[in-house]
């Protein structure tokens, strides 16, 4: 294997390596933005949302301002 070929390697590895590590990070932060999720009525942890909204709501407040929680997307 030549030096080009050498080279070209390693930048294919270092490229595939940043890859992964945004990878991660962008796992992270999804994960924290979920635990961050507060409910609108109570301000408890949020455990569902209205889909297509942003509206987050806890599962007691859930279940009493909703009949069907199928309208609802779990967290």
Known sequence: MGLKESLMELQEKERLS????????LTKIKKETK???KCIICGDGAKYL?????????KECALEHFSDIAYLKKI
């Open 35 to 37: 635990k961050d999720k």
């Open 50 to 58: 209205l889909k297509g909204t942003l509206n987050a709501y806890c």
């Open 18 to 25: 940043v890859k992964r590590e945004v990878k991660k990070e």
